[in-house]
């Protein structure tokens, strides 16, 4: 059987990695113009990559043993932790609205730099622009957060 400390330090590691990929995914998508279908691509995998990093840990090892620690740090990181998910899934209302606009004017594959979003998208747009903004930054202020009381508990847990 493997002990817990290894299977924690597998955990940190996974979530440690995904940071990286959320960063580059998240440069990427910022810095390239237009945002065709293939840089839609490419912010996906790091973007996904990042996410099944992080999700992994969280469904197999850490949600199943939340019940039995729930108290203290646990509790915390476990709340900061929904929050991050609660708000992804938040901003992520607003990108299907966004990508259904842009892939009904073919805008990933013929980019029109005349066109705008809230041409495309109705008098709406600037809302699902909005929750996609408040659903991204929400997701890594809350995943900082927990990742922050997760390296805490892990320290005072194993380290120390």
Partial sequence: M???????????????????CFLYGAYYIIETEPVTWGVL?????????????????????????????????????????????????????????????????????DYDEDLLMDEIGGERMSHWRSRLRIGVFGYVIFWILAYLVGVARFVLRYVL
């Fill in 2 to 20: 493997v002990s817990d400390g290894l299977v924690a330090t597998v955990a940190l590691v996974s979530v440690t990695l995904s940071l990286p």
């Fill in 41 to 109: 691509m490419h912010h996906l995998k790091f973007v996904v990559t990042g996410l099944v990093l992080t999700t992994i840990p969280m469904l197999f090892w850490m949600a199943p043993r939340l019940v039995d620690q729930l108290g203290g740090l646990s509790a915390v990181h476990a709340y900061l932790g929904l929050q991050a998910y609660a708000l992804l899934l938040f901003g992520g209302t607003g990108i299907v609205r966004i990508f259904r606009a842009k892939r009904e004017h073919d805008l990933y594959n």
